[in-house]
């Protein structure tokens, strides 16, 4: 299999598009409390930039700081040591939910 297989089996994983997006995160992991910045978000997923990412499977909450502070729950899909990690994330359908949602349909509609 040739790197261009590869590069489209990690595409074909993701079913909701992403969108460029940079804000400070707060993750909560245990009794630590770690800062790292969003690089791009989906309904389903986001990339966090972190000099130090946790290793997959890794489970954490975090809260992205917004004028509205929106809290996910989120797992370690994938590494890039020294660069970050993708997570895939989960929130409950409540206030935080109709926020988050709210930032991705406004993503969608400047980016396209």
Not at 17 to 32: C, N, V
Not at 46 to 56: G, H, K, N, R, Y
Not at 60 to 87: H, W, Y
């Amino acid at each position: 299999m040739g790197t261009g297989d590869q590069v489209m089996r990690r595409f074909e994983r993701r079913w909701a598009p992403r969108y460029a997006f940079h804000a400070d995160l707060e993750i909560e992991w245990g009794s630590t409390v770690l800062r790292a910045r969003t690089r791009d978000v989906s309904s389903n997923g986001m990339f966090i930039e972190s000099a130090d990412p946790l290793w997959v499977g890794a489970g954490f909450s975090a809260q992205l700081t917004l004028d509205r502070p929106v809290r996910i729950n989120c797992s370690v899909k994938r590494v890039e040591p020294g660069r970050g990690m993708g997570v895939s994330i989960s929130i409950a359908e409540d206030q935080n939910g109709e926020r988050y949602q709210e930032l991705i349909n406004g993503l969608s509609v400047k980016q396209s």
